[in-house]
């Protein structure tokens, strides 16, 4: 037979449907058969049924016109009847004369009871399953109207409301039976009022709870009965609300109050409050459940909450617990200043990446001391560095081990940090300086060692990134001479600094430790963008010093914003002292070769300077003794040997003048003075001599003077030597600048040439006495190198500076003087 396509648990339900209603049916007075006889006399159809169909038969439950020898039949095979597609099909079947219909003419109902005609209409149950039909049936052919066809359908619609009535009947009936069951075993006190406040129901529970019986209660007010006297005027101004139609908020949740019982007692309740509509109106029920001893465990919990918290609070070891589920549940004031945060909802996977915990050497974040206890192992000592992103790091041991039941059960884990931060950075710093010194020990220069030490104490520190400058006096910079990057990092080599620029520029120039908290910030002076776009924040700068003042900074960047921490500038300072001392001993070192070379060069020069006109002066002397008879001849003899004795004396005066300032018995003659004059007189002898070699000289002088407190004649003889060197070292064909600039602070001479330039590597010795370039050595050139010696004295003993610059690979050099206004 086809079947409705219901689902397996659809066509149970449809068929337990189907058996009930047989039931309901069966045992009920409603008038079935007199329904039939309505539909059939509607249609004036000699035969009416009411039938339902299951898996295999079709029941006869309601009958009119059947002829004796069927009237007792109650069920024939589903197969052979017109039902069997009312119910597939959930649609009427109108049938004119089966006998011309392929598939019904066929059917045991035509073939053995002569059915001809058939109109049936489907009957429903209160769940929309279709049970069976309604149905009138002719033994001759029939034309149904569509009046026909309605009115059948009206009575399958009254059948249907006749059925649903009587399951609602039974239903209530046994609702009511087993509710009343249900209520009267429940552990819950169970109390039902209507919204005058009468009380309607009271089961066991409430006789046990409150202490009043049924028969006490039921018909009393319930505020008198179990709610305290002074909810009792919000009781009843809720039940006139409920009783006007209102909604309480508080329907279907579950509320903690107070009530009293029969001795008078106030206990606290927890109930669920409803409001139903029954037959007589609306009525409200709650179920009430005493929790004095929940109440009370949880005070009692609360107040030992209370006490483990502040407890836990008080503690300096950062504590922190998860669940059995990994969920952290514990943060103490110490831990939650560790971590920044409380972070109640978090595992303790996630804390690793949240909080960037590891341990040293990047061990894994399973080997995180939590994380293992919560997988079981006891940890005792664990080493933990703990990094937040803008904070410096923080070292901890941790100790950790799981929380189990008496059972056995895991129920969580606990951890304990304990703070070693500076304990460990004691240790790093003596390791550090123990370090340092055996580098320092080792290295044959400063570059050599720069490295290793600035690595050494970057990763003492933790900083990722460290630098060393020394101070290139000719040129009046910061060079760098080393440094160290820690592998993630890319920081390009750093150019040439001037005074007071950046971190290590602030440092040289005040002599004093720079602790710049975010070279990021800009605006600042201190703005160190290079570093700072990739991903330094801290710098610290601390200078390095020897006999002769500071000689250079090292410096280090941190990837955390920072405020300054003395017991780091101790440590670099520290360091940079040992620093010093090993500059000055390579100093010392390097003074006594230059003391050597110093000898050898003055004995070159007395072999050479001096050793030549004495020459001189002696052959043209012994010439004179021998031939003094010619004026003419005797005339040129005396004026080479006075040429000569001249070049002697300079020579002599340099070298005393040079002594003498150096040593400071020498004092310098300072009077105000204009140096645009000077500067003035000195090129115009320059520029005679630039004119006989062809040299294009150009001077720019500022239109006022440009006064100074100086020694003028040893001021000239400065600009005298700068000039003369310019025009001497320069070919012919090339071009002399000189320019005199001057502000609120001082005056700059620039000097500038295309001469031979200077060779990189002779650069630091160029102001060094006796010293001459390989170069201009080998164009053979006279000089003494004593001019550029004397004039960085007299220009620094007049609180000035000196530098030299080389044009790359452009010939040429621009010398720079700087003194300080009147």
Not at 324 to 333: A, D, H, V
Not at 769 to 795: C, E, M
Request: with cysteine.
């Amino acid at each position: 037979m086809p079947q409705l396509d219901l689902g397996v648990l659809a066509q149970t339900e449809r068929l337990a449907a189907l058996r009930r209603a047989r039931l309901l049916l069966a045992s009920s007075s409603a008038p079935v058969d007199g329904l039939v006889r309505l539909a059939a006399r509607s249609v004036v159809a000699p035969v009416g049924l009411l039938t339902l169909v299951d898996d295999e038969r079709m029941h006869i439950v309601g009958r009119h016109g059947l002829p004796p020898d069927l009237d007792r039949v109650h069920a024939e095979p589903a197969t052979s009847s017109f039902c069997q597609y009312v119910v597939t099909e959930n649609a009427p079947l109108v049938v004119s004369d089966a006998r011309d219909h392929p598939v019904l003419r066929d059917l045991g109902a035509v073939q053995d009871r002569g059915v001809t005609a058939y109109l049936g209409q489907p009957i429903h149950d209160l769940h929309g399953y279709t049970l069976g039909a309604v149905c009138v049936t002719d033994s001759v052919p029939r034309h149904w109207t569509d009046d026909d066809i309605a009115a059948v359908a009206e009575c399958a619609a009254m059948l249907e409301v006749m059925l649903g009535a009587e399951t609602s009947r039974q239903d209530i009936a046994i609702a009511a039976a087993e509710t009343d069951a249900v209520l009267e075993t429940a552990l819950e006190a169970f109390v039902g009022i209507e919204l005058t406040g009468e009380i309607t129901r009271w089961n066991r529970a409430a006789e046990r709870t409150f202490g009043w019986s049924a028969q006490d209660a039921i018909g009393k007010q319930v505020d008198e009965l179990i709610i305290p006297e002074r909810f009792r005027a919000a009781h009843r101004a809720g039940l006139t609300r409920m009783a006007r139609g209102g909604v309480p908020k508080l329907i279907g949740q579950r509320l903690q109050l107070y009530a009293i019982n029969r001795a008078g007692d106030e206990f606290p309740v927890e109930l669920t409050l409803n409001v139903v509509e029954g037959p007589t109106g609306r009525h409200a029920h709650a179920f009430v459940y005493d929790i004095s001893e929940r109440v009370a465990a949880e005070r009692q919990l609360a107040r030992e909450r209370h006490f483990l918290s502040a407890l836990l609070d008080n503690l300096d070891a950062g504590v922190i617990a998860c669940d059995e589920r990994g969920r952290l549940i514990l943060f103490n004031r110490a831990m939650r200043e560790i971590a920044g945060a409380d972070a109640d909802t978090t595992t303790a996977e996630a804390l690793v990446q949240q909080y960037r915990a590891y341990q040293p050497g990047d061990a894994a974040a399973d080997d995180l001391p939590l994380v293992r206890a919560f997988h079981g192992e006891h940890v005792r000592e664990a080493e933990v560095v703990i990094h937040l992103p803008e904070r410096p790091r923080r070292s901890f041991t941790a100790n950790a081990q799981p929380i189990r039941d008496t059972d056995g059960n895991r129920l969580g884990a606990v951890a304990a940090l304990h703070e070693v931060t500076d304990r460990r950075r004691a240790q790093r710093i003596i390791e550090c300086e123990l370090a340092v010194a055996r580098t320092l020990e080792q290295a044959p220069t400063i570059e050599d060692a720069a490295p290793e030490l600035l690595g050494t104490v970057a990763r003492t520190l933790q900083w990722p990134h460290s630098e060393l400058w020394l101070v290139d006096k000719v040129g009046n910079v910061l060079r760098n001479a080393g440094m160290w990057t820690e592998p993630g990092y890319v920081i390009p080599e750093p150019g040439p600094l001037a005074p007071g620029v950046g971190v290590s520029g602030v440092a040289w120039e005040t002599g004093q430790p720079t602790w710049i908290p975010d070279i990021s910030v800009v605006g600042s002076r201190l703005n160190v963008p290079s570093l700072a776009r990739h991903g330094l924040r801290v710098g610290l700068a601390v200078p390095i010093r020897d006999g002769g003042g500071v000689t250079g900074t090292l410096s280090f960047f941190g990837d955390a914003a920072e405020e300054p921490e003395q017991h780091l500038i101790a440590l670099l300072s520290g360091i940079a002292a040992h620093v010093g001392q090993f500059l000055e001993r390579r100093r010392a070192e390097d003074l006594a070769r230059q003391l050597a070379r110093t000898k050898d060069e003055f004995i070159s020069l007395v072999g050479h300077e001096l050793r030549t006109p004495l020459t001189s002066i002696s052959s043209y002397t012994e010439l004179l003794l021998h031939d003094n008879d010619d004026e003419t001849t005797r005339s040129q003899f005396l004026s080479v040997i006075a040429r000569n004795a001249e070049n002697l004396r300079a020579i002599i005066d340099d070298l005393l003048d040079l002594a003498g300032l150096e040593s400071g018995y020498v004092s310098l003659v300072e009077r105000p003075l204009d140096f645009a004059a000077v500067v003035r007189a000195s090129a115009d002898t320059g520029t005679r001599a630039a004119r006989e070699k062809d040299i294009d000289m150009r001077v720019t002088l500022p239109d006022g003077p440009a006064p100074v407190a100086g020694d003028q004649p040893r001021l000239r003889k400065v600009v005298d030597h700068l000039v003369t060197n310019a025009v001497k070292f320069t070919p012919a064909g090339g071009r002399v600048e000189i320019e005199l600039l001057r502000d609120t602070a001082g005056v700059d001479l620039r000097v500038t040439d295309t001469g031979v330039g200077i060779p990189e590597e002779e650069r630091s010795r160029l102001f060094e006495r006796f010293f001459r370039g390989s170069n201009i050595r080998s164009l053979g050139l006279p000089g003494t190198g004593l001019g550029l010696a004397i004039s960085r004295t007299v220009v620094e003993r007049h609180g000035g500076t000196i530098t030299v610059t080389d044009h790359g690979e452009k010939p040429g050099t621009t010398f720079l003087v700087r003194l300080p206004s009147l």
